[in-house]
């Protein structure tokens, strides 16, 4: 399956990222590994929480945690995502090594949502306000502090990519 969005995403962060950032990508945004997000410095089954899409990683931590969703648009889905995340503490992976890579103090989470499989008359953009509105009314939550939902219309979708670059480069 093509994962165009999470492609164009990717690369729209690469290229708003200097030199003092690394972008870690899972399969659907052009990398090779899963990108597994732990509860501890522990890796196991039973601490393990969620897999992320993309993490800016800085100095030894991660910075900010993308999750995109191209399937559509559920309270439950986006509300779960986050707060899996959330209670996450760190990225752990064979592949890194320095092995365990804990939250910074501030990170940033972001969900990107393809507003281009939505009806003509949704609600949907007024939901996810709302939605955006009460995730940050309860942030810092652990490592969680900044919270951002961006409608991507498709991976053409050139106004929404930059904000969604804008939204990165202005919060780490």
Known sequence: MDH???LAVAEELRQRLDS???LVRDPACGGNQQLPLFVGQRKARETRMCCVDLLVLQSGTVRAIVEIEESGFLPTKIYGK???A???TH???DSRPEGTIPYADKVLFI???DGSKFKQDTRKDLQSELIQKQIRGILPLRGI???RLVFVAGKNDQQGLATL???IALHI
């Open 82 to 84: 986050f707060l899996q």
């Open 86 to 88: 959330a209670l996450s």
């Open 111 to 113: 969900q990107v949502l």
């Open 165 to 167: 670059g804008e939204a």
């Open 91 to 93: 990225f752990i992976h």
């Open 4 to 6: 165009l969005l999470h």
């Open 145 to 147: 502090t900044q919270y």
């Open 20 to 22: 003092r950032f690394e």
